[in-house]
């Protein structure tokens, strides 16, 4: 079962707007929970996926067991691409297309996981702290890439990390989820820790650089956008 999203009513329509509400929202991220203890409950990954000539969006949520990391429940939602691309105000494209998943999902999630950005972000609030902060529930990000920031190459071991650096400030890690392999780039949502967001991601990579969350979820959201495309 697919939803289908309108863009909200009053959603930002322009960068000015978008920076505004960045702002009044990043002033509510909660820093000082440890959040859920990591291999227990329900984690949920969230993706989306673009057709832009054809303007849609379709965002996935896919819940999983977060100690035999099985699939217990998934959503898709689609609809238009609600904000111009703006390198820093990606969230403003993705929000609506991922409430309406995680909305339409049967079970509460449990920790969210992102693919993308928390304090790692430009301006401290990227997607995984303003979806936290909209919902309430702990979320951390998990990006294939540094963005902006500088880092140190971690030890070649699986569970090495090293700083992810805006000049001084530690805004996120570097992780190495196997061995060898370039690392991930954890950082803090909403309602986490930096070491718990780390300990959850090394959970969900038993096997693989990314975790289970975000593999799932990318590949239901593509489908969720196949199929969304075709009917279009």
């Not at 920076?19 to 959040?35: M, S, T």
């Not at 890439?145 to 530690?170: M, S, V």
């Not at 992780?175 to 991601?201: I, M, N, Y």
Request: proline residues 9%; charged residues 20%; contains cysteine.
């Amino acid at each position: 079962m697919t939803t289908t999203v309108s863009i909200p009513a009053g959603w930002p329509a322009t960068e000015e707007e978008a920076r505004a509400v960045q702002d009044a929202l990043r002033a509510r991220v909660v820093l000082d929970e440890p959040g859920p203890p990591p291999g227990t409950g329900y984690v949920t990954g969230v993706d989306v996926a673009y057709d832009d000539e054809r303007d849609v969006v379709a965002a996935a949520a896919v819940v999983l067991d977060a100690a035999s990391l099985e699939v217990v429940a998934e959503a898709t939602a689609v609809g238009r691409i609600s904000f111009p691309y703006v390198p820093g105000l990606l969230a403003f494209r993705e929000i609506p297309t991922v409430l309406a998943a995680l909305d339409a999902l049967p079970r509460p999630p449990g920790l969210v996981v992102c693919d993308g950005y928390g304090l790692a972000h430009p301006r401290r609030f990227g997607l995984a702290s303003h979806l936290g902060v909209l919902t309430g529930l702990p979320t951390i990000g998990v990006a294939k890439n540094p963005f902006t920031f500088t880092y140190d190459d971690p030890a070649a071991p699986r569970g090495a990390t090293a700083p992810l650096l805006a000049g001084d400030a530690e805004v996120g890690r570097a992780l190495r989820t196997r061995a060898g392999v370039k690392p991930v780039f954890v950082s803090v949502g909403h309602r986490v820790t930096l070491d718990g967001a780390c300990a959850h991601t090394l959970a969900l990579t038993p096997e693989f650089r990314l975790p289970e969350t975000t593999r799932r979820a990318d590949s239901l959201c593509r489908k969720a956008l196949q199929d969304a495309t075709i009917r279009h």
